[in-house]
């Protein structure tokens, strides 16, 4: 079975201060991992994936993840926080040996970033 | 602007009472998945179609049924409504059925069940 898990349901940071969404996963075999944000009254927004290669994934608006496999993690990170970053922020995975299984989601985390 | 389209964006209704969710995929996707998502449970996947075939069914209710029509468009109906299915119902659509693909969401309809 996979799934993940994102251990704090709030995070709050300073403006200008590095941030960090922490996720952790689990699947038999390699994993698809994904970052998804979420706006107020909005639908999920991607901001990237990690299929296979460089552990250092770059995506939409200056946000990053990182692979470690060892941990089994996918951090979201960002080196300087913005206001705008406010939004829930959604980790997911696939198994790549699963077929055509839907992902699955994390319980989300609110994150909050203070002027 | 991912691109998938729901109607209406909201919705209010009484207990008891069927509703039609609609969804437009992204122009080219097949795949068509729809999710639930309330304060208390997160965002629930409830079932996914591609070209017109049930893919994978999750936590869906028996009260709950969907279809994706010919043109790709998905309808999720939702009968005998209770109070406690007041979400928001979220469409998401993807090029292929699962592998390395990205699903892209909809803006959702808020369902309001009084």
């Known amino acids: 079975a996979q799934s993940v898990a994102q251990p704090e349901d709030q995070v709050n940071v300073a403006e200008g201060n590095p941030l960090t969404v922490k996720c952790t996963y689990s699947v038999s075999g390699n994993p698809y991992l994904f970052w998804y944000v979420q706006y107020p009254n909005r639908g999920l927004q991607f901001l990237l994936k990690?299929?296979?290669?460089?552990?250092l994934v770059k995506g939409s608006y200056g946000f990053e993840a990182e692979f470690n496999k060892s941990q089994t993690s996918f951090h979201l990170k960002k080196p300087s926080a913005l206001v705008s970053d406010s939004a829930l922020y959604f980790c997911?995975?696939?198994?790549?040996?699963?077929?055509?299984?839907?992902?699955?989601f994390g319980k989300g985390t609110r994150l909050s970033v203070i002027a | 602007d991912s691109g998938v389209t729901q109607t209406p964006k909201h919705l209010i209704t009484a207990t008891g009472q069927r509703v039609t969710l609609r969804c437009s995929p992204r122009?080219?996707?097949?795949?068509v998945y729809w999710y639930q998502q309330s304060l208390d449970q997160g965002l629930q996947f409830l079932i996914q179609?591609?070209?017109?075939?049930?893919?994978a069914k999750g936590n869906i209710l028996e009260r709950f049924s969907a279809q994706q029509f010919p043109d790709l468009h998905s309808e999720l109906n939702l009968s005998s409504l209770e109070l406690g299915d007041s979400a928001l119902y979220f469409c998401a659509s993807s090029s292929i059925a699962g592998g390395t693909d990205t699903q892209y969401f909809g803006p959702g309809t808020r369902l309001t069940v009084l």
């Open positions: 122009s080219g996707d097949l795949s």
């Open positions: 179609y591609y070209n017109g075939e049930e893919r």
């Open positions: 997911a995975v696939r198994a790549s040996n699963s077929g055509n299984t839907p992902l699955v």
């Open positions: 990690y299929i296979t290669g460089d552990n």
